[in-house]
C-alpha cells in the first residue's frame, strides 16, 4: 500500500528564523552528550519538532561487513518501528547507499520518482521530498549517512533545507568521531574509498558550543 500524503494543510515555515532554533536546540543536545545512541536520538526529534523533517535516520558504515546499518530513527509516534535494527545497506545500495558511496548528498523532489528508493522501512510518504546527506569521517572519507523527508513538498524551499541538513551532518559527524570512532575499530579501519572535497565543505573542527553556534563557518553559511 503505497502511503498517502498528510491531509493536514498546516504551513510550516522552516525560514531563517527556525533554522536558527532548530540549529541552536541540536548544539546544545550534541554538547551536552554523553550517550551516542541517546544523543544521536535527540537530534532526529529536534530535526522533526523544530526543524520540520520527519522520519529522520541515522545510518552508520561497518567496514568489516561493509554494512550501512541503522543507529538512530524518527518515526511517528514513540514505539520503535519493528525490524528496523535489521535493515542493512550496501554501499552503493538504495539511496543512503548511494550517497555513502559517492560522498555527497543527495536531493529528491518526491522520492518515489526514484528507482534507487527500496522503501524497506514503509516508513516515507511517496509524494514528499527525501534529502540524504554524508556524514565525513577521517581523511574526508565518509562514515555513515544523515536521511530526512521534509514534511510540506516546497521545493524552492530544498536547497536550504539541504545546506540546513548538510550542516548538521557536520557536527553530528564530529561527535560520532569522538564518541564512537574510538572505541570501534569497525568503525575507524576500513572506510569507504576516499572522496574528494572541496575545501569549502571540509568538516569544521572542535565541538564546542562556540563551534557550533553562531561563529562556526558552517553555521554562517546557514544565516547567509
Known sequence: ???????????????LSQQFTAMQRISVVLSRATEASKTLQEVLSVLHNDAFMQHGMICLY???????????LQQTGQQPLPGSTQIRYRPGEGLVGTVLAQGQSLVLPRVADDQRFLDRLSLYDYDLPFIAVPLMGPN????????????????????ACTRFL?????????????MILPASPALSSRQPPKVERPPACSSSRGVGLDNMVGKSPAMRQIVE
Open 1 to 15: 500500500m503505497i502511503p498517502e500524503s498528510d491531509p493536514d494543510t498546516t504551513v510550516r515555515r522552516f525560514d
Open 62 to 72: 561497518d567496514s568489516e561487513q561493509e554494512i550501512l546499518s541503522i543507529e538512530a
Open 140 to 159: 574526508a572519507r565518509p562514515i555513515g549517512v544523515l536521511a530526512a523527508q521534509p514534511m510540506a513538498r516546497q521545493e524552492e524551499r530544498l536547497p
Open 166 to 178: 548538510e550542516t548538521v551532518a557536520n557536527l553530528v559527524a564530529q561527535t560520532i568521531r569522538l
